[in-house]
């Protein structure tokens, strides 16, 4: 069975170089952009692919007859494919779960530093000459809230109690083993001076905090979102931000990526913006990468 590397960045290629082995089966590597259309061309022969965060639509894919197993590079295919779709056209998607649990709640939580001391405003209008200290929120005794206890929501929720914030959790499932005060959703919403979003996307968490619950958050409350950006109703988010209903969000995930520099999101003095990038450390590019090669191994036998 052939197999390729779909869309091996700068980034990653020295990383996949760190963690191939010898005993690895063949695993040819792409390293060249090409246009969303193109994609039949680049996996034409191929029965296997290994797909970083490119969009693998239906129509294109179903023109791949060799192709049999996607291994996506992360847990939310969804917001790249239609997993349905194409499991039953006989292509088995596989997901890489807990590699990078620890540097996604680090970054969840820098963001929710950053929202709630205007760190990225501040840091452009000094840069223009303009010198505004702007007031922020102090974290130390507020209510942390998160969405989803998921092995990252119970890092952000460990490291947020750690810096002395009451945190309250919402999760789809019941578990023992939690950790963490449980709450239904509404009275998270009501209680809490920072939303974390951390569930994982799937056609029942699609459009998760529709506009009827993000009216029902606290007002001034500061939303953090590093999970996808289709869990959040974007025009309800925007009007928010607008508002000042939510006084910031920090977001790392977007309902379509890359995000365009003309996008109202982009525009929002009120918004801290990163690029897909809160599981980016080396440690779980390393973890994320090895994994990955281990099912291709696995898959080819």
Known sequence: MKSIFLDCNDQLAPVWARVIRPDDPPIDVNTTPFAREDLPRVLAGYDIAIDDHSYMPTPLVAQCPQLKHIVFLGTGPASYMNVGELEARGIKVHIIKGYGDTAV??????????????????D??????????????????KTLGVIG???IGREVA??????GMQVIGYNRTRHAD???????????????????MNLTLGDETRGF??????????????LVNTARGALVDEAALIAALQSGH?????LDVFHAEP??????LAKLPNVTLTSHAAFRTLEASMTLLRRATDIVKKIVG
Do not use: C, N, Y
């Open 158 to 163: 460990r490291i947020g109690a750690g810096l």
């Open 246 to 250: 939510i006084r910031h969000a920090g």
């Open 209 to 222: 905090l529709a506009a009827e619950r993000i009216a029902r958050m606290k007002p001034g409350v500061i």
């Open 124 to 141: 452009r209008e000094v840069r223009a000459g303009i010198w505004t200290p702007e007031e922020g929120v102090q974290l130390f005794g």
């Open 149 to 151: 206890l998921g092995g």
């Open 259 to 264: 995000l365009k520099a003309d996008h109202p």
């Open 178 to 196: 939690l950790g963490v005060p449980l709450v239904d959703i509404d009275t998270l919403l009501a209680r809490a001076d920072v939303v974390s």
């Open 105 to 122: 709640a680090e970054h969840t939580i820098a963001l929710m530093w950053a929202a709630s001391r205007d760190i990225a405003r501040m």
